[in-house]
């Protein structure tokens, strides 16, 4: 067993936001105080714990991670539940999600996706409650119409700019009802939509950024989404969002949908894609790749089904090798075994230690094999 959990870890344990700073203020901060936040997209609550792990371990060792946030989207959630990002998955699924990501990201803000808000600006008041009540940092908004899909899907329509801002300013003001520090992004997709493009989009933003209730700003963050990686396309947008509002943070997916190598070769052969500081030097605050973790798991999953394809049982043999001694190669801890345990100790005492110390676990942080 790891040393004994102390009242304090037991509670934020059980509550990770426990007496922390609310997670949309930690977000500001880390803008505030670094320039940016970049956000890695996850699709489960396990995606979110290995994320977590990554950038402790990163800091435990001196190092500064890359990344500072949990990205929590529609798209990689919806996959992973064997469905595309076609507007399957109702309020509460998503909630739920969220909450799910939260736990497990612990002290890193989470940022999810909202997508239109489910309903009309009256039934979205529901959405920004549930949201909330997760602990997520950020939600965004956008302004598709109820037949959405994923940014880069065909077919795409958005609402008159009217309904977005009625939205805009019904979240704010849930917001304000239920004292909830949680920011919220505007997204428009006029680009690449049958009924907008750039120079809509340009509108559409200094829209959401002038949107007001009762003298609040509705929108904390604007993005806009692209539908390719051209730099003249979005410096054209951000250079028009700077002008209309210098001090508005600004939001771009850094989506992994894109083949940004590829397209600077073609395009543009003698740069390379921009790195997060790049896109911090032209005007973005929030940069995050959506779909990051479901391409890693997709091109993981395929390659090892491939090897017990083709090789069966030597195949186990040769991922359990692979595995050994890495932080990976012990699942059940990475589960939350080991942490339930020690809160099972904490709770139960000496009677609940003794269970445990005599029953065999399997070399994972849980039982007798785990001590030898």
Same mark, same amino acid.
């Given at each position: 067993?790891?040393?004994?959990?102390?009242?304090?870890?037991?509670?934020?344990?059980?509550?990770?936001?426990?007496?922390?700073?609310?997670? +949309?203020?930690?977000?500001?901060?880390?803008?505030?105080?670094?320039?940016?936040?970049?956000?890695?997209?996850?699709?489960?609550?396990?995606?979110?714990?290995?994320?977590?792990?990554?950038?402790?371990?990163?800091?435990?060792?001196?190092?500064?991670?890359?990344?500072?946030?949990?990205?929590?989207?529609g798209w990689s959630f919806s996959c992973s539940r064997g469905y595309p990002d076609m507007g399957f998955?109702?309020?509460?699924?998503?909630?739920?999600?969220?909450?799910?990501?939260?736990?497990?990201?612990?002290?890193?803000?989470?940022?999810?996706?909202?997508?239109?808000?489910?309903?009309?600006?009256?039934?979205?008041?529901?959405?920004?409650?549930?949201?909330?009540?997760?602990?997520?940092?950020?939600?965004?908004?956008?302004?598709?119409?109820?037949d959405r899909a994923c940014g880069h899907g065909a077919g795409r329509t958005i609402v008159s700019s009217?309904?977005?801002?009625?939205?805009?300013?019904?979240?704010?003001?849930?917001?304000?009802?239920?004292?909830?520090?949680?920011?919220?992004?505007?997204?428009?997709?006029?680009?690449?939509?049958?009924?907008?493009?750039?120079?809509?989009?340009?509108?559409?933003?200094?829209?959401?950024?002038?949107?007001?209730?009762?003298?609040?700003?509705?929108?904390?963050?604007?993005?806009?989404?692209?539908?390719?990686?051209?730099?003249?396309v979005i410096k054209t947008w951000v250079d028009a969002m700077r002008r209309h509002d210098s001090k508005?943070?600004?939001?771009?997916?850094?989506?992994?949908?894109?083949?940004?190598?590829?397209?600077?070769?073609?395009?543009?052969?003698?740069?390379?894609?921009?790195?997060?500081?790049?896109?911090?030097?032209?005007?973005?605050?929030?940069?995050?790749?959506?779909?990051?973790?479901?391409?890693?798991?997709?091109?993981?999953?395929?390659?090892?089904?491939?090897?017990?394809?083709?090789?069966?049982?030597?195949?186990?043999?040769?991922?359990?090798?692979?595995?050994?001694?890495?932080?990976?190669?012990?699942?059940?801890?990475?589960?939350?075994?080991?942490?339930?345990?020690?809160?099972?100790?904490?709770?139960? +005492?000496?009677?609940?230690?003794?269970?445990?110390?005599?029953?065999?676990?399997?070399?994972?942080?849980?039982?007798?094999?785990?001590?030898?």
């Open positions: 067993m790891e040393k004994k959990m102390s009242h304090e870890e037991a509670l934020r344990f059980l509550n990770p936001k426990y007496e922390q700073k609310p997670a +949309g203020d930690v977000f500001m901060d880390i803008i505030a105080k670094k320039g940016f936040v970049v956000a890695i997209g996850v699709s489960s609550a396990l995606d979110a714990c290995l994320a977590r792990m990554v950038k402790e371990n990163i800091e435990a060792s001196g190092g500064t991670s890359e990344y500072d946030a949990i990205y929590a989207g998955l109702n309020r509460q699924i998503m909630a739920d999600h969220m909450e799910n990501v939260v736990r497990t990201a612990r002290s890193m803000p989470v940022i999810g996706d909202a997508e239109t808000g489910y309903g009309d600006p009256k039934a979205l008041t529901l959405t920004v409650k549930a949201y909330a009540k997760t602990g997520l940092a950020v939600a965004h908004l956008e302004d598709q119409d109820e009217e309904t977005m801002v009625a939205k805009l300013k019904s979240w704010r003001l849930a917001l304000i009802a239920i004292g909830s520090h949680m920011r919220l992004l505007a997204r428009t997709d006029a680009i690449g939509s049958t009924n907008g493009g750039l120079k809509t989009a340009i509108e559409r933003g200094k829209r959401y950024m002038d949107a007001e209730i009762d003298g609040h700003r509705c929108a904390d963050l604007l993005w806009a989404e692209f539908a390719t990686p051209d730099r003249d508005m943070p600004l939001a771009i997916n850094y989506s992994p949908n894109k083949d940004w190598p590829e397209w600077y070769r073609k395009n543009y052969p003698c740069e390379e894609p921009p790195s997060y500081r790049d896109l911090h030097k032209i005007g973005y605050s929030y940069i995050f790749h959506t779909i990051a973790a479901s391409r890693m798991i997709m091109e993981a999953v395929y390659r090892g089904m491939m090897e017990f394809g083709m090789n069966g049982a030597t195949a186990l043999h040769v991922l359990q090798d692979q595995q050994r001694g890495m932080v990976y190669g012990r699942p059940q801890a990475i589960a939350g075994m080991t942490d339930w345990q020690n809160y099972a100790i904490h709770v139960g +005492g000496e009677e609940a230690e003794q269970r445990l110390a005599q029953s065999a676990g399997f070399g994972d942080g849980s039982g007798k094999l785990d001590q030898k």
